[in-house]
C-alpha cells in the first residue's frame, strides 16, 4: 500500500477497526468508481490510519530498510500491519488453496526436515530415475505413477517426524541435538501388541524401506493425536 492515496499499488479488502468497542468496517477505496480524479483508488496508508483516529504526524511513511521491530510505531507501515484486521489477513496463496478446500500448511523455508514435501519428491525422483529410459515421453508417461506410488501411509509418517523435528526445536535444541532426540524417538523398542498399527499394515509394507518401519513406529504412536483413523 502507498502512504498516500492513488497510483499503482494493491487494491486491498475492506479491513475493520474498534470504535468505541464496536467492530467497524472501513473500505480501502478512496473515492466511487466515476471519481474524476481518484476512481476506485485505494486510500493509501496515511488516509487509512487517520479514518482510525490514529495520528500519523512526525512519522514516515515507510522505513526505506527494515522495520524497527523493537520500535512500536517505527512507520506507518509498521502501524498498520500491527492492526488485528491486518494481523488477521491471510495471504492469497493461502486463501486460494484454502477455498479449493485443501489446508495450507506454512513452513519454514531452508529446512528441509521441516518440509516433508522434499521426502515426496525424492521417493518420487527415485521412481523416475528407476524407470527412466532417458526420453521425455517416458518421463511424462511414469510421472503420474511415481506420484501415486507413494502411499498415504508414508506421508504421513514424514509428516510425524516433521513433528518430531518441530517439537526439539521448540525445545530449544541445535541440528545435532535436534537430530539425535529424532533418531532416538523412531528408534525406541515397540512394545505394545495393544497399538498394532492396522492401516499400514494393510498396505504394500514390503515396499517400505527398513527407515520406513522405523517411522511406521511414529504414526502409529501418534495416529490418535493427529486424528487418523
Ligand atoms: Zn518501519
Same mark, same amino acid.
Request: aromatic share 10%; with cysteine.
Given at each position: 500500500?502507498?502512504?498516500?492515496?492513488?497510483?499503482?499499488?494493491?487494491?486491498?479488502?475492506?479491513?475493520?477497526?474498534?470504535?468505541?468497542? &464496536?467492530?467497524?468496517?472501513?473500505?480501502?477505496?478512496?473515492?466511487?468508481?466515476?471519481?474524476?480524479?481518484?476512481?476506485?483508488?485505494?486510500?493509501?496508508?496515511?488516509?487509512?490510519? *487517520?479514518?482510525?483516529?490514529?495520528? %500519523?504526524?512526525?512519522?514516515?511513511?515507510?522505513?526505506?530498510?527494515?522495520?524497527?521491530?523493537?520500535?512500536?510505531?517505527?512507520?506507518?507501515?509498521?502501524?498498520?500491519?500491527?492492526?488485528? =484486521?491486518?494481523?488477521?489477513?491471510?495471504?492469497?496463496?493461502?486463501?486460494?488453496?484454502?477455498?479449493?478446500?485443501?489446508?495450507?500448511?506454512?513452513?519454514?523455508?531452508?529446512?528441509?526436515?521441516?518440509?516433508?514435501?522434499?521426502?515426496?519428491?525424492? *521417493?518420487?525422483?527415485?521412481?523416475?530415475?528407476?524407470?527412466?529410459?532417458?526420453?521425455?515421453? %517416458?518421463?511424462?508417461?511414469?510421472?503420474?505413477?511415481?506420484?501415486?506410488?507413494?502411499?498415504?501411509?508414508?506421508?504421513?509418517?514424514?509428516?510425524? &517426524?516433521?513433528?518430531?523435528?518441530? =517439537?526439539?526445536?521448540?525445545?530449544?535444541?541445535?541440528?545435532?541435538?535436534?537430530?539425535?532426540?529424532?533418531?532416538?524417538?523412531?528408534?525406541?523398542?515397540?512394545?505394545?501388541?495393544?497399538?498394532?498399527?492396522?492401516?499400514?499394515?494393510?498396505?504394500?509394507?514390503?515396499?517400505?524401506?527398513?527407515?520406513?518401519?522405523?517411522?511406521?513406529?511414529?504414526?502409529?504412536?501418534?495416529?490418535?493425536?493427529?486424528?487418523?483413523?
Amino acid at each position: 500500500m502507498n502512504v498516500n492515496p492513488g497510483g499503482a499499488q494493491a487494491h486491498p479488502h475492506n479491513g475493520w477497526y474498534l470504535h468505541d468497542g &464496536q467492530m467497524t468496517s472501513q473500505s480501502m477505496t478512496l473515492f466511487p468508481a466515476d471519481h474524476p480524479t481518484y476512481p476506485d483508488q485505494p486510500k493509501g496508508l496515511c488516509h487509512v490510519l *487517520a479514518e482510525r483516529s490514529i495520528s %500519523t504526524q512526525r512519522i514516515r511513511g515507510k522505513c526505506k530498510t527494515k522495520c524497527d521491530l523493537e520500535a512500536i510505531a517505527c512507520c506507518c507501515h509498521q502501524i498498520l500491519e500491527c492492526q488485528p =484486521d491486518f494481523q488477521d489477513q491471510k495471504s492469497l496463496v493461502q486463501e486460494v488453496i484454502e477455498q479449493a478446500h485443501h489446508l495450507c500448511i506454512v513452513l519454514p523455508k531452508f529446512y528441509c526436515e521441516l518440509n516433508f514435501i522434499e521426502f515426496f519428491w525424492g *521417493a518420487v525422483k527415485r521412481y523416475l530415475q528407476e524407470q527412466c529410459d532417458m526420453t521425455f515421453e %517416458t518421463l511424462k508417461e511414469n510421472m503420474p505413477q511415481a506420484l501415486a506410488s507413494v502411499e498415504l501411509a508414508t506421508i504421513r509418517q514424514w509428516e510425524h &517426524q516433521m513433528h518430531r523435528w518441530m =517439537d526439539a526445536y521448540c525445545e530449544g535444541l541445535g541440528t545435532r541435538d535436534a537430530n539425535a532426540k529424532v533418531k532416538a524417538f523412531s528408534s525406541t523398542k515397540y512394545k505394545s501388541h495393544r497399538r498394532i498399527p492396522e492401516t499400514p499394515l494393510a498396505g504394500d509394507v514390503t515396499s517400505l524401506t527398513y527407515t520406513h518401519n522405523h517411522n511406521l513406529f511414529v504414526w502409529c504412536r501418534h495416529r490418535d493425536l493427529y486424528g487418523y483413523p
